[in-house]
């Protein structure tokens, strides 16, 4: 079977003012299914957000050479080589995204009902009653209270978790099969955070949608994730089922993560990864994780480090997985 | 003995501006009756929402902000009325670390120098020491000595809070309130902040109020804890018995909603109704009961009086009840 969005060798580099290149992403496959979870997990830097803007076309082609290959939906065709008129058709009805901040992704000018018709008026064509009644009826599937009345609100009228709820009814407006959500419960209470990591299962279930779950948290995509990708540096470092990479991590940056999180013993130092987070215009040769691992030897700085298979769907960029 | 600091019933008010000019003037309650205490070397957390009042009961303690009611006693000295010039020498012994080391960070005078602004201000030691002084101070928060001569912008930001940590180091506090200090840092390196702050504690006898939203944290670090919604202390206690039994619903649903890496540790989600009312007319009575799933007619009666000791008490009419 093929899968619903794949990705090969996807690599980026970033052309800077004066005219010199840094590399943000080097390579690297990935593939997600119809209707599946997969969550892409990193921390500052580690080129999570990018791999979201470069799959729906939204990095600056003069700024950003993007290399490799996305397919999506088995079409013959390479996405990175298409016009950008028709990546524009594509987005927002075959592939929607969603953002960390949604007072900043609203116009804050336009009210709720015109902001949800926009895609409805632009793909699917919709006028008149028929328009309103979709608009109403996505404010309602997102569990927006009183929804008639809520569509003719600005952005600054509505709470933080309101407004999440309404950049997800404008991203699912024209039934996507894929869509991508960048940190989308990272500005929110944890409360709320729960309210709305609830919606994006339940509305994905009802439609069967893929999704790609952009997070720095572990508990978060542990919550949501059926499969997981572990990026440090711009390089995936691990892909695992959710529940296999938290219970055998094979790489030593997912293993140094998840014991450097608070929950052990009360009082006791953390297992923290020494170092800071990598910079990455000064990536160092060989393994990216290198300067911060604790298996490091002479073999890991030579060469950029493959990607190893694990076991069936389970992959360490790591010289040692075997021995951890 | 007494506590180190001792807040008595702290109400901060901000007033607002009403948008028609005739109208009465209203007021925000940011922060309402609450008390807490800290011991020397004690880390006490605050937890609570966004608009819960943690940072502004922050600032009030540190009489950044004037509290509008209470008192707050730092080691036996009531704050309230204190000139600023008799504030100083209490400002020397309470210090404050943000969230945002950037934004705390002079962007243009270089570590060394920022580190040493508090010297000159309490006049500690001469120009001459003050370079070993700040050398002392950056190797104790785990920097190299060249980092004085670097400005912010060069720096991580796990390296920027542990200058933040020098800074409020320099002048030898008592205490440290600590607003969010580790929430900004990536994961890998807020585990190496929260070893320093939990290193500080035991090696200088260094107080703190550690006010942050992630509950792991707090549970890790903290020794006793307090739990705000809308302004006002919902449970306090030890944090073992206030995480390991939750007595009041807020807390029980805010540890619910925290998502758990361990499916073992992962609860029955309480799902919590819409969100925080607003402080401008908070509800009566109980502030939380237009969410709670347990609020009865009694609820809105009066404001609940925190019931327990010293150990464990919460703010809930009905806590015998639904436990």
């Known amino acids: 079977m093929t899968p619903l969005l794949d990705i090969r060798g996807l690599t980026l580099d970033f052309v800077d003012d004066d005219g010199t290149a840094w590399r943000a992403l080097h390579g690297f496959d990935l593939a997600i299914e119809a209707g599946e979870t997969l969550a892409l997990v990193g921390e500052s830097g580690s080129g999570k957000s990018v791999t979201g803007l470069a799959i729906m076309g939204l990095l600056d082609r003069r700024r950003a050479r993007i290399g490799g290959a996305i397919h999506f939906e088995g ?31 609203l116009n804050p000018v336009m009210t709720v009902a015109r902001q949800i018709a926009e895609p409805l008026r632009r793909h699917q064509h919709l006028k008149g009653a028929v328009l309103r009644d979709a608009v109403i009826a996505a404010l309602t599937e997102v569990g927006i209270p009183d929804p008639a009345r809520r569509a003719a609100a600005f952005a600054h009228e509505l709470s933080g978790g309101m407004r999440q709820r309404v950049l997800i009814a404008i991203a699912l407006a024209c039934n996507p099969q894929l869509l991508i ?144 | 003995m007494t506590a180190l600091l001792e807040a008595t019933d702290l109400g901060v008010d901000f007033p607002i501006r009403s948008d028609t000019p005739f109208a009465a003037p209203q007021r925000l309650r940011a922060v309402d009756g ?61 210090q404050a670390v943000f969230q945002d080391p950037a934004g705390s960070l002079n962007p243009v005078m270089t570590v060394g120098a920022a580190i040493a602004e508090p010297f000159a201000i309490h006049g500690i030691g001469n120009r001459r020491d003050r370079p070993g002084r700040v050398a002392a101070l950056l190797e104790r928060v785990g920097l190299s000595a060249d980092t004085a001569a670097k400005l912010p912008y060069a720096l991580s930001g796990g390296q920027r809070q542990r200058v933040g940590i020098a800074r409020a180091l320099a002048v030898s506090p008592d205490l ?72 009041h619903p807020y ?24 969100e925080l009312p607003s402080p401008v007319s908070p509800p009566s009575g109980c502030v939380f009961r237009t969410r709670c799933p347990h609020a009865i007619a009694d609820c809105s009666e009066a404001v609940p009086p925190l019931v327990g000791d010293a150990n464990h008490a919460a703010a809930c009419i009905r806590q015998a009840e639904i436990g």
């Open chain 2, 34 to 94: 609450v008390s807490v205490c800290v011991g020397r070397g004690e880390i006490v957390g605050v937890v609570g929402e966004s608009g819960s009042g943690k940072t502004t009961l922050g600032r009030a303690i540190l009489r950044l902000v004037e509290p509008t009611r209470g008192a707050v006693r730092f080691d036996g000295v009531d704050l309230a009325g204190l000139s600023p010039r008799a504030m100083l020498p209490i400002r020397r012994r309470m």
């Open chain 1, 75 to 105: 079409r013959a065709g390479n996405l990175l080589d298409l016009p950008s008129a028709e990546i524009a058709r594509m987005r927002g009805r075959d592939v929607a995204m969603i953002f960390q901040e949604p007072m900043t992704s």
């Open chain 1, 181 to 324: 959500a960048d940190e989308p419960t990272t500005a929110l209470d944890v409360t709320v955070q729960a309210q709305i990591l609830d919606l994006l299962q339940s509305l994905q279930a009802r439609r069967g949608m893929a999704m790609l779950f952009i997070s720095h948290s572990l508990a978060v995509v542990a919550a949501i994730a059926d499969r997981v990708a572990v990026m440090y540096g711009g390089s995936i470092v691990e892909t695992a089922p959710a529940a296999v990479l938290f219970a055998s991590p094979r790489h030593p940056y997912t293993r140094g993560l998840l014991s450097s999180l608070p929950g052990g013993q009360r009082g006791q130092r953390l297992r923290a990864i020494p170092g800071s987070v990598v910079d990455p215009r000064r990536r160092p040769p060989g393994c990216v994780f290198g300067p911060r691992c604790g298996h490091v030897d002479a073999a890991c700085t030579t060469g950029a480090v493959p990607m190893a298979a694990v076991a069936v769907n389970h992959a360490s960029r790591c010289l040692h997985w075997a021995a951890l």
């Open chain 2, 251 to 274: 807390t029980r649903a805010l540890l619910a909603a925290a998502p758990q890496i361990d499916p073992a540790l992962r609860r029955v989600p309480v799902v919590l109704a819409g």
């Open chain 2, 176 to 247: 440290i309130v600590a607003d969010e200090a580790v929430s900004a840092l990536d994961v890998s390196v807020q585990a190496q902040i929260v070893n320093l702050l939990g290193d500080l504690r035991a090696e200088l006898g260094l107080a703190m109020l550690f006010i942050a939203h992630d509950l792991a944290v707090v549970d890790h670090l903290c020794d006793r804890v307090i739990v705000l919604y809308l302004g006002r202390v919902m449970e306090a206690g030890r944090t073992d018995a206030v995480f390991s039994a939750p007595r």
